[in-house]
């Protein structure tokens, strides 16, 4: 069979694949008179692409498709911030990297790659960390073992379509209720569609188990609010030009080296504490 030299991406390759609407005839046209930067979908699928490179000036590009090609690393693509769907199955990719910065993905394929996952440590899954808004992941025909590697996804709340079948984790007696009892919110599993009944038995199956878990992230979500409350509070303590104020009282009393001994005088820390609600009540209405 004859080899077939890996292609490389340029601005020529990038006109090609601009997908644009229209008859036949008048598309090369309609390709040619098209700006990078008014570009929204390119499909660069069996192109025989071993590295994703020079896609400058695309800065509306909403879809990408880089499927059946020879590509083994993501990269080169964290500047193209408005993608909505990315396809990058059927390549030789080995690990999830390089999108973190693609916040608006709503559709990740990575079907049909190398990828690999830590059930404990889950280095690979971190690429994909800030994208809150995913609605559909495809992660099917790798190598991910541990069924533990599920849990990772139950950060995304938006998370309503999951294709994982092929995975040697898959095997496992428990892979479908251990699936749906973690990934509560799901429509569809490996492209069948999920029933309440089948969620129902799956979560009353790891009951003890979902009832801890799920304890726990309620308590670090009520953590991570107080964190943004406090701090937005503090930028607007900032922005008014008062910052520190609220705990001047505080500080002034800890630098105090006679404090300890006041503490000791009955009654005193009666009126400090009277002294300080006021002294905050004032702060907040200011």
Known sequence: MENVE????NDEL????????GHTEGLEDKRKGTSFEEVETLSFSFKNIMKVDNLRGLTN?????????????????AHLVHLKWLDLSFNNILKI???????????????????????????????IDNLSELNVLSIGNNNIENLENIMYLRRFK???????????????????????SHLKKLKYLDYRLVDETSVAAAREQYQDEMIELE?????????????????????LMEAANMSGVESLFEDML??????????????????????RDKYNSYTEEF
């Open 14 to 21: 990038v006109r090609a694949c601009i997908q644009v609407e």
């Open 61 to 77: 590009l909403t879809k990408l498709q880089l499927d059946n090609n020879i590509i083994s690393k993501v990269e080169n693509i």
């Open 215 to 235: 304890e726990r992230e309620d308590e670090e979500d009520r953590k991570e609010k107080a964190d943004q409350e406090k701090a937005t509070h503090m930028e």
């Open 158 to 180: 938006n998370l309503r379509l999951v294709n994982i079948a092929g995975n040697p984790m898959c095997k496992d007696p428990e892979y479908r209720s251990y699936v749906l």
């Open 6 to 9: 890996p292609n490389v991406i």
């Open 254 to 275: 800890r630098d105090d080296p006679e404090f300890n001994k006041l503490r000791l005088v009955p009654n005193l820390t009666d009126a400090l504490n009277e002294f």
């Open 97 to 127: 990297e390089g999108l973190n910065t693609l916040t608006k993905l709503t559709d990740l394929s990575l079907f049909n790659n190398r990828i690999e996952v830590d059930a404990l440590l889950f280095p690979e899954l971190a690429g």
